[in-house]
C-alpha cells in the first residue's frame, strides 16, 4: 500500500546550519506531496506542497523538490532558526483518493543557539 | 477569524468512562477528519466525514464514536472500549476544490490532550 518513510530524529543542528530531512514514498500514479510543520503543543500546519513532478514546493525559507525518479521529497533550509524547532512531517495523498492523507511518523528538529 | 477549535485543550478521564471531544470548523469544509497522535507513532487516521450525515472508519476506529450532525461539527467520543486511550487528539478538516471535490490541504485545530487517571 501507499506509505511515506522519513528519517527518525531527533536532529539536532546549530543555527545556521544548513537542513535536509529526507523523505520518500511509495505509492502508485502522481501522489501530492506535503511537507507539515508542528510547534509544541499546538496542531499540524502546511509548510508547503508539490502536486506534479519537478514541481517545488517552498515556504519560510524551507524549499521540497518532487522528484518522481527518486520517489522523493526532500526537505531543506539553508539557514536554520531556533525558532525553527519543530516535528516535521512528510505526508502524501495518492493519485485519484482525496479523502486520505498518509503522513510520515514526523522528524523532530532541535535548533541549538 | 476562519479556523478550526478544539476543545478543551486538556481532559482528564476516569478508567470507564465516555469523554467527548469538541471539533468544530467555520471554514465551510465539507470533509472533516479525527487523528490520534502517540509520541513516536505520527498520526494515526481514527474516523473521517466527508458530507453531513456521513462518515468512515479510519485504521484505529475501535473504542470510538463520532458523529456529522452539522457541517460545521465533528465530535469525537472516546468510548471505555478504548483500552489505551491517553494520547493527543487533532481534528482537520478540507475544503473543497472548484470542481466540487476535496481540495488536497488540510487544516488542523490545536489539538485535544486527553490522560486517563
Known amino acids: 500500500g501507499d506509505s511515506v518513510t522519513q528519517m527518525e530524529g531527533p536532529v539536532t543542528l546549530s543555527e545556521e546550519a544548513f537542513l535536509t530531512i529526507n523523505c520518500t514514498y511509495t505509492?502508485?500514479?502522481?501522489?501530492?506531496l506535503f511537507w507539515y510543520v508542528q510547534y509544541p503543543g499546538e496542531g499540524l500546519q502546511l509548510l508547503l506542497k508539490a502536486t506534479k513532478a519537478d514541481d517545488k514546493g517552498s515556504n519560510k525559507g524551507f524549499e521540497a523538490t518532487y522528484r518522481k525518479e527518486t520517489t522523493s521529497f526532500h526537505l531543506e533550509k539553508g539557514s536554520v532558526q531556533v525558532s525553527d524547532s519543530a516535528v516535521y512531517f512528510c505526508?502524501?495523498?495518492?493519485?485519484?483518493?482525496?479523502?486520505?492523507?498518509?503522513f510520515g511518523k514526523g522528524t523532530r528538529l532541535h535548533i541549538l543557539p | 477569524d476562519g479556523g478550526i477549535t478544539q476543545s478543551p485543550k486538556y481532559l482528564f478521564r476516569k478508567e470507564g468512562q465516555n469523554v467527548t471531544l469538541s471539533c468544530e470548523q467555520n471554514?465551510?469544509?465539507?470533509?472533516m477528519y479525527w487523528y490520534r497522535q502517540d509520541p513516536g507513532q505520527g498520526l494515526r487516521l481514527i474516523y473521517y466525514s466527508q458530507i453531513v450525515n456521513d462518515f468512515q472508519k479510519g485504521d484505529i476506529a475501535e473504542g470510538y464514536s463520532v458523529s456529522r450532525e452539522k457541517k460545521e461539527s465533528f465530535p469525537l467520543t472516546v468510548t471505555s472500549a478504548q483500552k489505551n486511550p491517553t494520547a493527543f487528539y487533532l481534528c482537520a478538516s478540507s475544503m473543497p476544490t472548484r470542481s466540487g471535490r476535496p481540495s488536497n490541504e488540510q487544516f488542523f485545530g490545536p489539538g485535544t490532550r486527553l490522560t486517563v487517571l
Open positions: 505509492a502508485t500514479g502522481y501522489p501530492s
Open positions: 505526508a502524501l495523498i495518492p493519485s485519484g483518493r482525496d479523502d486520505k492523507i498518509i
Open positions: 471554514l465551510n469544509h465539507d470533509a
